[in-house]
């Protein structure tokens, strides 16, 4: 479980994020495959990327709260080239990134890619939800379609 | 009327640049800065004692102002400082250094160098190897530079947007530098150049992001009053402002018609006696495409979602780009896109030049009031009007 593995070793886990001591928990998460977003204590607003407060009362009691993952595609780009990474191959196919605005509240997005689906298919308003796949031997949050959608 | 002491009270007394390069050769950004500083105190007339401020944009690579001060041996300063990229966070900064009284004359610069992750020959360079990005991000990131190509697909969702949109902004670019000696992209382009160019960030392309350069512009400033003992006629900032919205994480953004650029409309109108009717020249910021065409709309020159059309309806097919009702150019210089990517300080320098009549054969006759829209949507959004007395 992720609360064994401590704050270096979570930097060693994931080499190719800035994690700070606002983002850790966000990170702890992914080791087992939940994906916390940092929801308000006393306005049970969630806000992302994790802050040190509640942006809309200031309230600094914030407790990472797993999310669905369920949601609808709000933005999506196909990067031709880009950063490397494992199972990126920017010359056999161009890589989906996409925000997907979660139903969790208005708002309120993740960004990722989308795997197990056609590249046509990949579009704004798509239905999607959470799936882990591996990066670095670490798990890795990603979106596939909804099944049936 | 919202209060604006500072109205007409900074001028820009000296501009120099030095062009801008593919590939300057062996000069370093702190040489490509001292050149244009060098060439912009003497086109106001100073000396190096005159300057008792230095601010310099914090582009990476960039000199700081203490080291600037120490190539060019400035006796001493009273006010440095190095707001972030880009333009007008330095020049809000250096006019109210000046106003407030914390200097007198400030040397405002701006030095751009092509570095390892933009630039395939940069990349070769080893001293620009010295440059590290730190932690290697992951692909799936719509931050920085990615966020225009993410908003520009939710651009053509929402408002069934072509690709000849986007195109226009770079034809236009491309004209406007043809006729520019300092810009780097000269090579005539056509619509079915842009859409035959590589797709980088889809939907963005090549043409649709600006282009990495070496190369520095520099700028002098100082009181409206000292300026008028030299000319009768100085450029001034009629009004400067920054905006900023508090949901600004590039995918959390609330949407296409809240963001930062509306802040800076909002707050530069209520700041100005002149508005769209009295413009000479538009500066639409162009870093990407995607911003031209935001700041066109945001600033109201016609609905959201109606740059594209709007480019079409006001394109003069002779000259080959847009003039507003026949007579209002925007980036006559080339911008970002085909001048090079300076961050605004090319749309600054160029307004600059024309409200003096010095833009050659760009140059807008009788030109008297500018309107720049700098930066994008997220965390640099940022707006000035400049004219001549
Ligand atoms: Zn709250």
Redesign the interface.
Known sequence: MSEDVDDAALIERFPYVRIDHDSKHFYRGWLDERLLFNRCDACERFHHPPKPVCPSCWCASLTPTEVSGRGVIHLAMFLHQGPPAPGVDYAMAAHPVVAVELEEQEGLRFTSTVIGCPREAIRIGLPVELGWVERFGAPFPVFRPVEGS | MARNPIRDEIAIVGLGSTGFYRDSGGRSAKALACDASIRAIRDAGFEPGDIDGIVGAAEPGGPNPNEMSAALGLPQVTHFSSPMPVAVFALVDAMNAIFSGSCSTVLLYFAYTRLPWNSRSAAEDPFRRHHTL?????????NAA?AY??????YI?EYDARREDFGRVALNARAGAARNPLAVMKTPLSMEGYLQA???????CLLDMDIPVDGADAFVLTRTECAREKTRNPVVVHAATTGLV??N?E??L?SLRRHGQHVVVESLRAKSDLWLEDMDIFFPYDGFSIITLGWIENFGWCPPGGAGRFLEEHWDPEAGCVMIDGRIPLNPHGGSLSEGATRGSGHIREAVMQLRGDAGERQVAGARNALIGCGGFFFNSQGAILRRL
């Open positions: 730190g932690v290697m991000p992951a692909p799936e990131s719509v990615a190509a993410a908003w520009a697909s939710r969702h590589r797709m980088i960030r889809e939907p963005l508090g949901t994480d995918d959390q609330p």
